[in-house]
Structures are given as C-alpha cells and as structure tokens.
C-alpha cells in the first residue's frame, strides 16, 4: 500500500526555521508533482506550493521568499524549508502527490496524515 508520511514538525519560534519531509512508500514507479498544503485551526486547507518531477517549482505568495521546496526523487521524498516562521504559519502541513504505481498505470493522488507545525513564542 502506497502512502506518504511527513515528519519533522514541531515548536519553533517566530523567525525560526524548520524543515519538513515527507517520504514515499509501497510501489512506488515513479512520483510526479509533489506538494504541500496546510490547514490552520479553523481554516480552509491551502495550498503551500509544490514542485514537478523535473524540480519545477511554484509557491504560494504568503511564502514566496521564506519557503522552500526540494525532491530527492530516489528517495520517493520531498522537502519543505521553512524559513523566518510567523506565528500564522501555524498549522497542519500536509503532503500530497501523483504516484504511478508501474508502467502501465495513471498517476493516483495521496495525501499524508499531516504533521503540525507551531510558531509561537
């Protein structure tokens, strides 16, 4: 069974930094766009950014210059860089990605459980 787990959420400060993965498991071909989203308390889930196969990367304007996405795709793994952290950046970060399974199959989209982050002082 396919899935994704995130890690390395946690307390951070404002202005702090922290670095998030999230690693693919199962029967894993190939990873198309990986992404991240997050959910904070008592809000809609948004979308972060994501990064293509071919490390093509697109971020939301809230994170533009503070965030950054990386893929190490022989480890079926992606990366969040958090950087200069504001207390609105709290919330639930999740993972979500297009994964074929082999050759003769369409991508199918997963989600990871999430792990959450807070900045706070």
């Known amino acids: 069974q396919e899935q994704l787990v995130e890690s390395g959420g946690g307390w951070v400060q404002p202005g702090g930094s922290l670095r998030l993965s999230c690693a693919g498991s199962g029967s894993i071909f190939r990873i198309n766009t990986m992404a991240w989203y997050r959910q904070a308390p008592g809000k809609e889930r948004e979308s972060v950014g994501y990064?293509?196969?071919?490390?093509?990367?697109n971020y939301a304007d809230f994170v533009k210059g503070r965030f950054t996405i990386t893929r190490d795709n022989a480890k079926n793994t992606v990366y969040l860089q958090m950087g200069s952290l504001k207390p609105e950046d709290t919330a639930v970060y999740y993972c979500?990605?297009?994964?074929?399974?082999?050759?003769?199959?369409?991508?199918?989209?997963?989600w990871g459980k999430g792990t959450l982050v807070t900045v706070s002082s």
């Open positions: 979500n990605a297009d994964i074929i399974v082999n050759a003769k199959t369409y991508a199918m989209n997963y």
């Open positions: 990064i293509t196969s071919g490390g093509s990367t």
